[in-house]
């Protein structure tokens, strides 16, 4: 009798699950040998990548040596005036950590790398934290470099944000933390950063700032030096000294948190007022080379700037800008019986917007005032801040955009509106009643004497009837003549809007309001502001150049009409006279007033097809100047400008509207 095949009936399941738990166990160790495989292969990977780029590493005396850059240099247009130099000068001297007071190196680990003793040269969690912040917003912003990488990137390497510029870093600074005692690296550290103005190192940047030994500094100063590594080229400004005072308590607060001092010593030091040692920059045209100073570190960076020597031709005529000065200097001065303290300027050639002049304020380098008083609340006068920039009411100046609207809506300067005492009802919660500036009212009236004569009651009808509706102010809608004065280049218009926008009531810039009337100049094409022509590295090479080309913006015969009434000098001499400021004997110009109400803001517009000028006069804290117009207050100063800027151009007449009757000019 054969054999019975038990093993068929008897086990089936217990064979199953063991050879299910085989190919488990198998399965288990293929995944495992990937994983060693993969962890060897990243091992021996990094190791070939610190190799790579440890085994150039630089030797450490380098780290106190001087490094040989050459500066950024900003010339005028011509290239033969120097403007002002970028870190020409390094000033540092070299000084042992012994010699640093503890409050100094506390203070820099604290700001600049908390866990600077702990780590082994960079720090996992900061870095993490970078990464991420960066795949948020999809670009390489934020650093999470500790200080050994700062001194590794400061001394050898770029500020590209690429990631083998960030893996060179790190691998250098892991050498570096391996290599050398934390102190040494502090050492390094605190002699090698930059503080502004040229100071490089703690002790420079310690005589520069406070006059004394860095040894001698007290806590508030040594969080104030420590506050500057952040930005140098921002905070060592004076205009920026309030951000600076921010910076220096956000260091004592980290201090505090971090058991480096108490808090009666950290409260103690922010009451301390940041008195830096004045010193005297060879800089001309502050304002203007400032603004290019800005332009360039947020392009090139700071380091960039310092080392490659670069020469950077401005648009700047030097002639123009010391007439600029001159005018501003005198006029102010004559101001200060109408209570008027400050003064800004700036003209361009409206066939390329290149900037020919800036001055922002009647003195860079003069004292605030009063005596005593508080930047950014109540003075009257503060020097650094760039006017030119800043959001000032323009008054009647903004009348050309409205009535420029009207005409490109098929009016023309012969259309009538009455200039009588009118009520456009509630805005506001409250009744709109204008008036004009000498109370008196004229009855009817075409568009070109409304106009020229810069009447306040027809151009709110202007506004409100032909340019644009009352329904579109009342809807909350885009009047069209802001999208008019918003494509001549104007960029702060802010809504919501009503009719005290044609009287000047929302803020402007002197800067775009000039680059505005530019348009007018140019027959409706349109040039944005150019502050560089051209930039050269080291050997003569063109890195950037200006081809900005113009665009038309506006319909030429609507910008001929408009100069033909500003330029009309019969029409405006009821209100101002026949031999105003604004009247040239043997040049065409048109040109155009404002006065804020409140009489806080006086300006004038003026230009002819190859320069256009624009003064502000007023406070800085808007107090109010004595009851006097633009035509008194900016008037003289843009005129002593122009007697001088047209002394040197062609003279050039305005192309005449093709369909619009000219009047006669009577003799004067």
Same mark, same amino acid.
């Not at 303290?341 to 003209?347: D, E, F, H, M, W």
């Not at 509706?469 to 919501?496: C, H, M, V």
């Not at 038309?552 to 019969?570: C, G, H, K």
């Not at 003064?615 to 804290?621: I, K, P």
């Given at each position: 009798?054969?054999?019975?095949?038990?093993?068929?009936?008897?086990?089936?399941?217990?064979?199953? %699950?063991?050879?299910?738990?085989?190919?488990?166990?198998?399965?288990?160790?293929?995944?495992?040998?990937?994983?060693?495989?993969?962890?060897?292969?990243?091992?021996?990977?990094?190791?070939?990548?610190?190799?790579?780029?440890?085994?150039?590493?630089?030797?450490?005396?380098?780290?106190?040596?001087?490094?040989?850059?050459?500066?950024?240099?900003?010339?005028?247009?011509?290239?033969?005036?120097?403007?002002?130099? *970028?870190?020409?000068?390094?000033?540092?001297?070299?000084?042992?950590?012994?010699?640093?007071?503890?409050?100094?190196?506390?203070?820099?680990?604290?700001?600049?790398?908390?866990?600077?003793?702990?780590?082994?040269?960079?720090?996992?969690?900061?870095?993490?934290?970078? *990464?991420?912040?960066?795949?948020?917003?999809?670009?390489?912003?934020?650093?999470?470099?500790?200080?050994?990488?700062?001194?590794?990137? /400061? $001394?050898?390497?770029?500020?590209?944000?690429?990631?083998?510029?960030?893996?060179?870093?790190?691998?250098?600074?892991?050498?570096?933390?391996?290599?050398?005692?934390?102190?040494?690296?502090?050492?390094?550290?605190?002699?090698?950063?930059?503080?502004?103005?040229?100071?490089?190192?703690?002790?420079?940047?310690?005589?520069?700032?406070?006059?004394?030994?860095?040894?001698?500094?007290?806590?508030?100063?040594?969080? $104030?030096?420590?506050?500057?590594?952040?930005?140098?080229?921002?905070?060592?400004?004076?205009?920026?000294?309030?951000?600076?005072? @921010?910076?220096?308590?956000? +260091?004592?607060?980290?201090?505090?948190?971090?058991?480096?001092?108490?808090?009666?010593?950290?409260?103690?030091?922010?009451?301390?007022? *940041?008195?830096?040692?004045?010193?005297?920059?060879?800089?001309?045209?502050?304002?203007?080379?400032?603004?290019?100073?800005?332009?360039?570190?947020?392009?090139?960076?700071?380091?960039?700037?310092?080392?490659?020597?670069?020469?950077?031709?401005?648009?700047?005529?030097?002639?123009?800008?010391?007439? =600029?000065?001159?005018?501003?200097?005198?006029?102010?001065?004559?101001?200060?019986?109408?209570?008027?303290?400050?003064?800004?300027?700036?003209? %361009?050639?409206?066939?390329?917007?290149?900037?020919?002049?800036?001055?922002?304020?009647?003195?860079?380098?003069?004292?605030?005032?009063?005596?005593?008083?508080?930047?950014?609340?109540?003075?009257?006068?503060?020097?650094?801040?760039?006017? =030119?920039?800043?959001?000032?009411?323009?008054?009647?100046?903004?009348?050309?955009?409205?009535?420029?609207?009207?005409?490109?809506?098929?009016?023309?300067?012969?259309?009538?509106?009455?200039?009588?005492?009118?009520?456009?009802? /509630?805005?506001?919660?409250?009744?709109? %009643?204008?008036?004009?500036?000498?109370?008196?009212?004229?009855?009817?009236?075409?568009?070109?004497?409304?106009?020229?004569?810069?009447?306040?009651?027809?151009?709110?009808?202007?506004?409100?009837?032909?340019?644009?509706?009352?329904?579109?102010?009342?809807?909350?809608?885009?009047?069209?003549?802001?999208?008019?004065?918003?494509?001549?280049?104007?960029?702060?218009?802010?809504? #919501?809007?009503?009719?005290?926008?044609?009287?000047?009531?929302?803020? +402007?810039?002197?800067?775009?309001?000039?680059?505005?009337?530019?348009?007018? =100049?140019? @027959?409706?094409?349109?040039?944005?502001?150019?502050?560089?022509?051209?930039?050269?590295?080291?050997?003569?090479?063109?890195?950037?150049?200006?081809?900005?080309?113009?665009?038309?913006?506006?319909?030429?015969?609507?910008?001929?009409?408009?100069?033909?009434?500003?330029?009309?000098?019969?029409?405006?001499? #009821?209100?101002?006279?026949?031999?105003?400021?604004?009247?040239?004997?043997?040049?065409?110009?048109?040109?155009?007033?404002?006065? $804020?109400?409140?009489?806080?803001?006086?300006?004038?517009?003026?230009?002819?097809?190859?320069?256009?000028?624009?003064?502000?006069?007023?406070?800085?804290?808007?107090?109010?100047?004595?009851?006097? #117009?633009?035509?008194?207050?900016?008037?003289?100063?843009?005129?002593?400008?122009?007697?001088?800027?047209?002394?040197?151009?062609?003279?050039?007449?305005?192309?005449?509207?093709?369909?619009?009757?000219?009047?006669?000019?009577?003799?004067?």
């Amino acid at each position: 009798m054969p054999k019975r095949k038990y093993y068929r009936k008897i086990y089936p399941r217990e064979l199953l %699950i063991s050879q299910g738990k085989k190919r488990y166990f198998f399965l288990i160790l293929k995944t495992l040998r990937v994983f060693v495989f993969l962890i060897l292969a990243f091992f021996i990977f990094s190791a070939s990548l610190f190799i790579y780029y440890a085994k150039d590493f630089p030797r450490p005396e380098i780290f106190t040596e001087r490094q040989l850059a050459q500066s950024t240099k900003i010339y005028d247009r011509t290239g033969k005036i120097l403007l002002y130099e *970028i870190y020409g000068e390094e000033k540092r001297t070299v000084v042992p950590l012994s010699a640093i007071p503890d409050s100094l190196k506390n203070a820099a680990v604290a700001a600049e790398d908390a866990n600077f003793y702990h780590h082994f040269g960079i720090d996992l969690k900061g870095l993490a934290r970078a *990464i991420l912040s960066d795949l948020k917003i999809g670009k390489p912003v934020y650093g999470g470099s500790t200080i050994p990488q700062q001194l590794i990137r /400061s $001394t050898f390497l770029t500020t590209e944000k690429t990631a083998e510029r960030k893996t060179r870093e790190i691998v250098l600074a892991l050498e570096l933390d391996r290599r050398y005692s934390k102190d040494q690296i502090l050492e390094w550290y605190l002699n090698q950063v930059p503080f502004g103005r040229n100071a490089y190192g703690v002790e420079a940047a310690s005589q520069v700032y406070f006059k004394k030994s860095v040894s001698e500094i007290s806590l508030s100063e040594a969080a $104030t030096l420590t506050a500057l590594i952040k930005a140098p080229s921002y905070y060592s400004l004076k205009e920026n000294i309030q951000d600076l005072s @921010d910076r220096k308590n956000y +260091v004592l607060d980290r201090m505090e948190s971090l058991g480096f001092i108490t808090n009666t010593e950290a409260e103690q030091a922010k009451k301390e007022v *940041i008195n830096f040692a004045d010193i005297i920059q060879p800089i001309k045209a502050p304002h203007f080379v400032l603004y290019i100073k800005e332009y360039l570190e947020s392009k090139y960076g700071e380091n960039f700037l310092k080392e490659k020597g670069l020469k950077v031709f401005t648009s700047l005529d030097w002639d123009s800008q010391q007439a =600029a000065e001159k005018a501003v200097e005198t006029g102010a001065k004559n101001n200060e019986k109408y209570r008027a303290y400050n003064t800004s300027l700036v003209a %361009i050639n409206p066939k390329n917007g290149e900037v020919l002049a800036m001055v922002g304020s009647k003195d860079y380098f003069g004292k605030p005032y009063p005596e005593g008083c508080v930047p950014g609340k109540n003075c009257l006068f503060e020097p650094n801040p760039n006017v =030119a920039l800043l959001g000032r009411q323009p008054g009647s100046a903004f009348k050309p955009f409205v009535y420029a609207t009207a005409f490109l809506k098929g009016y023309d300067d012969q259309y009538v509106v009455t200039d009588e005492l009118t009520n456009f009802g /509630s805005w506001g919660g409250k009744d709109y %009643i204008p008036q004009n500036y000498d109370g008196k009212f004229r009855g009817p009236v075409t568009l070109r004497q409304a106009l020229a004569q810069s009447l306040n009651v027809p151009s709110v009808k202007v506004l409100l009837n032909l340019a644009d509706s009352e329904q579109i102010f009342r809807s909350g809608g885009e009047p069209d003549s802001i999208k008019t004065a918003e494509n001549l280049g104007i960029t702060t218009l802010k809504p #919501p809007y009503g009719p005290s926008i044609v009287l000047g009531g929302w803020e +402007v810039k002197l800067l775009d309001m000039v680059s505005a009337y530019g348009v007018f =100049a140019e @027959d409706g094409l349109k040039v944005s502001p150019v502050f560089v022509i051209k930039i050269e590295d080291s050997e003569g090479n063109i890195i950037e150049e200006n081809y900005k080309d113009q665009q038309r913006v506006l319909d030429s015969e609507v910008a001929r009409l408009i100069n033909n009434i500003l330029s009309d000098n019969a029409a405006r001499a #009821p209100i101002f006279g026949l031999r105003s400021p604004m009247y040239f004997d043997q040049y065409e110009v048109a040109a155009k007033t404002g006065t $804020t109400e409140g009489y806080k803001d006086g300006w004038i517009i003026g230009y002819t097809p190859s320069i256009v000028a624009g003064v502000w006069v007023g406070n800085n804290d808007s107090s109010l100047m004595q009851k006097e #117009p633009g035509i008194v207050l900016a008037g003289p100063i843009w005129r002593d400008f122009m007697n001088s800027a047209l002394l040197k151009l062609p003279k050039e007449n305005f192309q005449k509207p093709a369909t619009k009757t000219i009047p006669t000019a009577p003799s004067s």
